[in-house]
């Protein structure tokens, strides 16, 4: 049975004349890699774009199209593509040698320039991704209190182990996601992501609650936004009930501001993940954090305090031309506006989508915070108006529901237009994104609008 998407879409027609070459490689890609991919975001029907080179904002596809840049490396290139600083120091990183298999230099300065930046890191463990950094970050709280559970908002991602497998997209019900023990799910609370009280019911009444865990800004950093007070409240009610704060500043962090979202919000973790801006859009990650917590990966401190230290090989942490680059990338960022050119470009998107949506008559919005663009495309069909529409009063169910073929066919039309968006829908922006880029995007937008329009979607 065909595709409904697939047939009959001059969208679809129009994306595929404009990228042959993508078309070609897909159908490789499906003979070796499962659903051709490589990462589920990049999944995108009749077929997602390949890339040949990128620089600053912008990147090239195999066909020599070129697209204003809004997965931004999924959030690891607040710098854009190729920074010449970050470039140089990891040429010079890379002829000195990818792997030591020893200590060196690169990573005694890049953690002295993390523990600089982030308010909550007294001592960091370098890991190989942000997957790792929560999974350390969560056998460090268990260690240290002696408890078992933690505590986990609805739709917040912290990466794809085994204990946050679920409850992000589906299962919020707490049951196993497929391949995942049922143990391993029954020592997860899941929580509202809008709803204090059912965080504090939870402190209040299960006495094995290690850790709690959030991602500071909320949900896919904002799309269920998280506002500093309730941040803020978390940290009272963690401390006082001797529960672990956990943010998981994978995206937020070096972004938000130079010391992340803890920073931005005067609010200060016990615990620190960090990834993608860490290494200057080079793989690693980290988890930071006070002394006597990292102290349990402390061999000379284990040994005094007769315990069992806590076992972390991995061949890649803080390998030294992932080490280099996000040295480089991190004082670029401590030193400059970077932060804030990337808030402004985002805030100039929102406000100027939603004059589009409001002039096209059609009911979604544009919203988020910092550097971070979501489209609300509506799908429960409530009542919107783009200029006035305020996420914190819709719930997260609704925020987060999606017609899949309605995204997808507004990251075909964006992309014939010469703009590439996120699978959320939406994007992240850096600092090199220029009032050109931006308006180009306006337009852009505004004539995907229309195709959808004339595909018969509104």
């Not at 922006?429 to 505004?446: G, I």
Request: hydrophobic share 40%.
């Amino acid at each position: 049975m065909p595709d409904p998407l697939l047939s009959n879409s001059q969208i679809v027609s129009a994306y595929r004349e404009k990228t042959p070459g993508s078309e070609r490689l897909a159908g490789e890609a499906r003979e070796v890699l499962p659903s051709g991919i490589t990462h589920d975001s990049r999944y995108l029907k009749p077929y997602a774009l390949y890339i040949d080179r990128a620089a600053g904002s912008h990147k090239w596809d195999v066909d020599g199209n070129r697209y204003v840049d809004y997965f931004g490396g999924h959030g690891a290139l607040l710098l854009g593509h190729g920074h010449p600083d970050v470039m140089a120091a990891t040429s010079e990183a890379m002829a000195a040698g990818t792997h030591f298999g020893a200590n060196h230099p690169r990573e005694v300065t890049w953690a002295q320039q993390v523990i600089k930046m982030v308010p909550s890191a007294e001592r960091i463990r370098f890991t190989s991704s942000g997957t790792e950094a929560t999974l350390m970050a969560l056998r460090l709280a268990r260690a240290h209190t002696g408890k078992n559970k933690f505590v986990r908002f609805k739709t917040h991602f912290h990466g794809w182990h085994d204990h946050m497998a679920g409850g992000y997209a589906n299962h919020f019900d707490g049951t196993a996601t497929t391949g995942v023990i049922p143990a391993v799910a029954s020592n997860v609370v899941l929580v509202s992501p809008q709803d204090i009280s059912e965080v504090r019911q939870v402190l209040e009444n299960d006495n094995d609650i290690a850790a709690v865990i959030c991602e500071p800004t909320g949900a896919s950093f904002g799309m269920v936004p998280m506002s500093a007070d309730f941040t803020a409240q978390l940290r009272e009610m963690t401390a006082k009930q001797g529960v672990l704060l956990i943010f998981d500043e994978v995206v937020t962090g070096f972004r938000c501001s130079p010391g992340g979202a803890q920073q931005a919000y005067g609010v200060t973790p016990d615990l620190t993940t960090l990834a993608k801006i860490l290494s200057g859009g080079l793989p690693g990650g980290g988890v930071a954090g006070r002394q006597e917590i990292l102290d349990h990966l402390d061999f000379e401190r284990s040994e005094a305090l007769s315990r069992e230290k806590i076992q972390h090989p991995g061949t890649f942490n803080a390998n030294p031309v992932s080490a280099a680059a996000g040295l480089a990338a991190l004082k670029i960022i401590e030193t400059t506006d970077a932060c804030e050119r990337a808030n402004a470009s985002a805030a100039w998107l929102r406000g100027r989508f939603n004059e589009i949506l409001e002039a096209e008559d059609v009911p979604w919005a544009a919203y988020g915070a910092f550097s971070g663009l979501h489209l609300f495309t509506n799908a429960k069909g409530i009542d919107v108006k783009p200029s006035s529409f305020r996420a914190e009063d819709v719930d997260y169910e609704t925020l987060k529901a999606k017609r899949s073929d309605l995204v997808m066919k507004l990251r075909l039309a964006t992309a014939v237009n010469g703009v590439d968006l996120s699978s959320a829908p939406g994007g992240l922006t850096s600092a090199m994104h220029t009032q050109e880029d931006l308006d180009l995007t306006a337009e852009a937008f505004r004539e995907a609008i229309r195709m959808l329009k004339r595909d018969g979607e509104f």
